[in-house]
């Protein structure tokens, strides 16, 4: 076999791989509710009446598609498309399922491993921050139903594979173009691979942060007590990452900054920053409309 051949064989392969581990979870979203839920808990009343309100204001198609589930984690997550065969499943962070500080503070939460010693003066601190109320869930709710009604995974599922092959196919063309010093192909060519990774780091992030900023936006637009939910909820979360920073020192800096914004998510933007925004939203639309 060539060695054209080979390389073609391998960005192929590694194309079909990526559009394979984006499409898979979206295409079978029991994937992801087999392997993220929080096993053996049935979702209260209080979360599917707060979908069934959100999927009518937001005018949800097959809404009876979407699979609700208890995310084992601290974060909302959606996967899947009410157009597609496998329909669709938004997952509720664990947190939603206490409603007082006692089942809060049996519930074994852990940081690092750690369990939380919600009992101490940071940790009543940071019960406060642990609690969520039916505005705020309902907020998180419109959020991932507007990911699931702009099909927001697509991007994700053709994009990488898409560049990685645009960027195997240019390069050559770019590479022709140059005297034949091999020497000097391989730093040219070597240069190109890297810029092109650095672009659609860079732009892909950018992506991933426009989409959950028009999520945001969406379920804000929903109503007063949407946009305030959200507000509420931000807080409430860069509350949690400010005193986890508190409580675990060097780890709790690495992983939170001290607005309570997370180092290690590129995939969202910084929470002051939605925050803001939709601050923004509750100023410029709602201040004052006291009938919304």
């Known amino acids: 076999m060539s060695r054209s051949k080979l390389v073609h064989g391998i960005v192929a392969a590694t194309s079909t791989v990526l559009v394979l581990v984006h499409s898979v979870p979206n295409l079978y ?8 839920g929080f096993k053996n808990v049935d979702i209260p009343c209080h979360i599917e009446q707060a979908f069934e309100e959100v999927a009518k204001k937001m005018n949800l198609s097959h809404s009876e598609k979407v699979k609700l589930f208890i995310n084992n984690g601290c974060s909302s997550v959606s996967v899947g498309s009410t157009w597609l065969p496998g329909g669709a499943a938004i997952g509720i962070s664990r947190l939603y399922l206490y409603t007082d500080l006692e089942q809060l503070s049996e519930s074994g939460l852990v940081f690092k491993g750690k369990k939380l010693n919600l009992d101490s003066k940071a940790g ?7 609690l969520f109320n039916d505005e705020e869930l309902k907020f998180i709710l419109a959020h991932e139903v507007s990911h699931l009604q702009n099909l927001d995974f697509t991007t994700n599922c053709f994009l990488p594979a898409w560049w990685l092959y645009f960027t195997y196919r240019a390069i050559p063309i770019i590479l022709a173009n140059l005297p034949p010093n091999s020497l000097l192909k391989i730093a040219v060519q070597g240069s190109l691979w ?10 892909n992030t950018t992506l991933h942060h426009n989409r959950e900023f028009a999520a945001d936006q969406n379920a804000a637009m929903l109503g007063v007590t949407y946009v305030k939910g959200g507000i509420n909820a931000t807080m409430k979360r860069m509350k949690v990452n400010e005193t986890l920073r508190g409580l675990n020192r060097q780890d709790g800096k690495n992983l939170y ?5 997370d180092l290690k998510d590129w995939a969202h933007p910084k929470l002051s920053e939605r925050l803001r925004k939709l601050e923004e939203i509750y100023v410029e639309k709602y201040l004052g409309d006291k009938t919304t």
């Open 257 to 261: 900054s001290i607005e309570g914004n």
């Open 124 to 130: 009543k601190k940071l019960s406060k921050a642990l």
């Open 194 to 203: 890297l810029s092109s990774y650095w672009i659609f780091s860079r732009q």
């Open 29 to 36: 979203p029991n994937f992801v509710v087999n392997h993220q």
